[in-house]
């Protein structure tokens, strides 16, 4: 069983950066693909970025250029760097793990954080 533990959330200004953390135990880190999700009050939760196992990354349209997913497998730790954050970037952000080395969407992920909070003030 794949535990993820969430941390770095927290209350910033627009345009401001953030950097969130990701534990992950009971599992072969280096075996999964990654995620990082998102909901918003009153929102399906959604994707936001993922890494694979291979390294491959892929964003939604919308943090492009301004977050940065990464993994460093010998601290099973998955980090979110965010930058140039809005107010539309607030939400619950979910770590994920998936069932496998790829994931296409957010039904591929089976294992999931508590999520952190990310508030961010106009």
């Known amino acids: 069983q794949v535990q993820l533990v969430e941390s770095g959330g927290g209350l910033v200004q627009t345009g401001g950066s953030l950097k969130l953390s990701c534990a992950a135990s009971?599992?072969?880190?280096?075996?999964?693909?990654m995620g990082w999700l998102r909901q918003a009050p009153g929102k399906e939760r959604e994707f936001v970025a993922s890494i694979w196992r291979s390294g491959s990354t892929y964003y939604v349209d919308s943090v492009k250029g301004r977050f940065t997913i990464s993994r460093d497998n010998a601290k099973n730790t998955l980090y979110l760097q965010m930058g140039s954050l809005k107010p539309e970037d607030t939400a619950v952000y979910y770590c994920a793990a998936a069932r496998g080395a790829i994931a296409r969407n957010k039904y591929d992920y089976a294992y999931w954080g508590q999520g952190t909070q990310v508030t961010v003030s106009s």
């Open positions: 009971g599992g072969t880190f280096s075996a999964y693909a």
